[in-house]
């Protein structure tokens, strides 16, 4: 089992910046990616970005590039989602996740809802207008 806790979140304006952390605990070790995912209200949880657990590859939705930057701390078991020029459209919860299972035969970066085994209880971010 692995637990996951994000923090960071808040009201913040647009154009401004957030940094969410999500801390990992438990077996760690047998994590092989970690994501962040985001859900507005009305809206179906939706892909944000992802990072390689070993070779911290990153992977991002379009919408986010060049303004939000995923990093890892490996000694520390943390995730962080650097956001940057924050627009209203970027409020949603955000949570992170982890995948432990194995991949098939054909690698690519998990950006779906299923392709990750654990759950954080998310983080409200706020962006006005």
């Known amino acids: 089992q692995v637990q996951l806790v994000e923090s960071g979140g808040g009201l913040v304006q647009a154009g401004g910046s957030l940094r969410l952390s999500c801390a990992a605990s438990?077996?760690?070790?047998?994590?092989?990616?970690m994501g962040w995912f985001r859900q507005g209200p009305g809206k179906e949880r939706e892909f944000v970005g992802t990072?390689?657990?070993?070779?911290?590859?990153?992977n991002y939705r379009d919408s986010v590039k060049g303004r939000f930057t995923i990093s890892r701390d490996n000694a520390k078991n943390t995730m962080y989602l650097q956001m940057n020029s924050l627009k209203p459209e970027d409020t949603a919860v955000y949570y992170c996740?982890?995948?432990?299972?194995?991949?098939?035969?054909?690698?690519?970066?998990?950006?779906?809802?299923?392709?990750?085994?654990?759950w954080g209880q998310g983080t409200q971010v706020t962006v006005s207008s």
């Open positions: 990072i390689t657990w070993s070779g911290g590859s990153t």
């Open positions: 996740a982890a995948r432990t299972r194995r991949y098939g035969s054909r690698w690519d970066f998990p950006t779906e809802v299923d392709e990750y085994d654990y």
């Open positions: 438990g077996r760690t070790f047998s994590m092989k990616a």
